[in-house]
């Protein structure tokens, strides 16, 4: 499973940006996805997962009502969609898979990580 990142970038505060991970090997509906998030001399934080087909989403009470997060498993690819970016949302951002939808708001559950995106939000 290889999971690849991007659409990171330096953006304005109150701006969006649209991360995608590229997922190759078995068919991304096989798996739980989520994003995660480390800042700086910071722990990696928990920002949204997504069930197998979609139907079921879940935040990091620090996202809720600016993130969103979905899947186009036919393309084999996840998203997050962030909008009204704060200063504090600037963080290396990653993907990862998990097989079993089981605390997913832990990172210790997920078999599979990307290599990380950039985001950096201007003040």
């Known amino acids: 499973v290889q999971l690849v990142e991007s659409g990171g970038g330096l953006v304005q505060a109150g701006g969006s940006l649209r991360l995608s991970c590229a997922h190759s090997g078995r068919t991304l509906s096989t798996y739980y996805m989520g994003w995660f998030r480390q800042a700086p001399g910071k722990e990696r934080e928990f920002v949204a997962a997504?069930?197998?087909?979609?139907?079921?989403?879940y935040y990091g009470d620090s996202v809720k009502g600016r993130f969103t997060i979905s899947r186009d498993n036919a393309k084999n690819t996840l998203y997050l969609q962030m909008n009204n970016l704060k200063p504090e949302d600037a963080a290396v951002y990653y993907c990862?898979?998990?097989?079993?939808?089981?605390?997913?708001?832990?990172?210790?559950?997920?078999?599979?990580w990307g290599q990380g995106t950039q985001v950096l939000v201007s003040s």
């Open positions: 990862a898979a998990a097989p079993r939808d089981y605390g997913l708001g832990s990172e210790s559950h997920y078999s599979y």
């Open positions: 997504i069930s197998r087909g979609g139907g079921n989403t």
